[in-house]
C-alpha cells in the first residue's frame, strides 16, 4: 500500500495557517515601505526599498513552503509509525490507546472499545505500507501554492511604489491597501475561529499597525 495509511496530507489552503502566513508577510513589507521617508526619499531610496520588501518576501515564501514540506513530511511519518506500532501491538488494549492517541481528543473521547477495536482490525487489513513515509506530488505542487501564497498576498503593498513616482501619495495608497488587506486577514481569521469577524478585522488592524511601529523602531 503507499501512504494513504499515514494521516492526510497538510491542506494547502489550511486557513489558519494561511491567515497567520499572509499576516507576517504584510507585517515584513511594511516595515520596508514604513522606514521611507516621505519628505526625504527618492527614486533610488524606493528601489532599494522595492528589492528589499520583494527579496523578503521571496525568502520567506521559500522558507513557507520549506517549513510546509516538512511538516507534510512530520506528519505522514508520525501516521506510520502509529500503524505499524498498532500492527505489531499484541495487546488489544495497548493498540487502541495508540488508535485513539492519533484522533482529535474530542473524537477519541466519545468512542467505544468496541469502535477501537474495529478500527483496529480494518488497519491490520489493510495491505503492508512502506517503510518511510514519502512526499506525495500533490505535496510538493502545495508548496509552490505556499510559496505563491506568501508571495502573491503582499506583492499589492508595493504596487504603489511600482507604478507612482511621488513618495508621498504612493506611501498613502500603500497603507491604505495594507489596512484592507489587515482588516480582511482579521475578518477572515474571525469567520474561521467563530468570532465577531469585524472586530476581528479591525482588531488586526491595530495589532498589525502595532507590530510594525515595534519592527521598525527595533531596526528590524
Avoid at 12 to 36: A, K, N
Avoid at 156 to 164: D, R, S
Wanted: overall charge neutral; aromatic content about 6%; proline content about 5%.
Amino acid at each position: 500500500m503507499g501512504d494513504d495509511t499515514t494521516r492526510p496530507a497538510k491542506r494547502v489552503l489550511d486557513p489558519i495557517d494561511r491567515v497567520s502566513e499572509v499576516l507576517f508577510g504584510l507585517i515584513m513589507v511594511l516595515t520596508f515601505t514604513g522606514s521611507l521617508s516621505v519628505a526625504e526619499a527618492g527614486r533610488d531610496d524606493v528601489r532599494t526599498m522595492l528589492i528589499g520588501a520583494l527579496g523578503c518576501n521571496v525568502a520567506w515564501g521559500i522558507i513557507d513552503a520549506m517549513l510546509y514540506l516538512m511538516g507534510c513530511l512530520a506528519e505522514k511519518g508520525q501516521g506510520l509509525m502509529t500503524y505499524l506500532a498498532v500492527r505489531k501491538a499484541t495487546d488489544l488494549q495497548k493498540a487502541q490507546r495508540l488508535i485513539a492517541d492519533a484522533l482529535p481528543p474530542l473524537v477519541a473521547s466519545i468512542l467505544e472499545p468496541a469502535e477501537l477495536e474495529t478500527m483496529r482490525r480494518r488497519l491490520i487489513q489493510l495491505p503492508e505500507s512502506p517503510e518511510r513515509a514519502h512526499l506525495s506530488k500533490d505535496e510538493w505542487l502545495g508548496s509552490i501554492g505556499v510559496f505563491l501564497i506568501v508571495f502573491v498576498s503582499t506583492f499589492p503593498v508595493v504596487l504603489p511604489f511600482i507604478f507612482m513616482r511621488s513618495v508621498g501619495p504612493a506611501m498613502r495608497v500603500s497603507n491604505a491597501i495594507a489596512i484592507v488587506m489587515l482588516f480582511l486577514t482579521g475578518y477572515a481569521f474571525g469567520s474561521i475561529t467563530g468570532r465577531h469577524a469585524w472586530l476581528m478585522g479591525i482588531a488586526m488592524v491595530v495589532l498589525g499597525s502595532i507590530l510594525v511601529g515595534m519592527t521598525i523602531a527595533l531596526g528590524g
